[in-house]
């Protein structure tokens, strides 16, 4: 996967997730009230290298850990691939990475999280890494953050993080040709007709 796609993947998912990432988002500010900017916008026709843009965050454990979580929250099944198996993960890590302010606030969170899953994995299993256990033991950890609603106080953080992982899995899973195929989305595809939405689905919004 070039840096390219991951870029156009990125602006795809931020729509998605109603989140602005354009080189017009309002800046930081620098001492002395200047704004701070971004530099011009990237060309999404140009296949960028690994850093020409901004330079990724994830080390290899944390890549490792992130897409073991990826493949947890959205396995593979006889529709589409896994979420690891997109390489997710890659989104994700091109996302924190990013210099905007939306993205930037997610950082923390999500290296915070993904230690935190190495730790308690650790903790629970005999020193493994969280990639390293099977899918019962790793569902065993998540089922302790999956609601942050109804998490034990001791797993708020780790809730939170779980929650806002699984929601840029979720937007960049769903951003992918395979993703879109999976809920059946064909708004890129023309058509000679419309017939207008479903009669069942009319129903359900109150209009038939």
Not at 179 to 195: A, C, H, W
């Amino acid at each position: 996967m070039d840096r390219r796609t991951t870029l156009q993947w990125m602006l795809a998912a931020a729509a998605a997730l109603s989140v602005d990432v354009s080189a017009g988002a309002t800046p930081a500010r620098k001492k002395g009230g200047k704004p701070k900017g971004y530099g011009t916008d990237p060309l999404l026709t140009k296949r960028y290298t690994s850093g020409e843009l901004w330079p990724l965050t994830f080390d290899a454990a944390q890549n490792r850990s992130a897409q073991a979580l990826c493949g947890l929250i959205i396995p593979a099944d006889d529709q589409s691939p896994s979420a690891a198996q997109l390489q997710v993960h890659r989104f994700i890590d091109e996302w924190i990475s990013a210099p905007y302010p939306n993205q930037a606030k997610d950082k923390p969170l999500i290296l915070e999280g993904l230690a935190w899953l190495d730790a308690e994995s650790a903790k629970r299993f005999g020193g493994k890494r969280f990639d390293q256990l099977d899918v019962a033991q790793q569902s065993q950890i998540a089922d302790d953050i999956c609601w942050t609603e109804s998490a034990r106080p001791e797993f708020a953080t780790a809730a939170r993080f779980f929650k806002r992982f699984r929601d840029l899995t979720a937007g960049g899973f769903y951003t992918t040709p395979d993703g879109m195929k999976d809920v059946g989305f064909v708004g890129n595809i023309p058509s000679v007709t419309f017939d207008g939405p479903p009669l069942k689905v009319l129903q359900i919004v109150g209009v038939a």
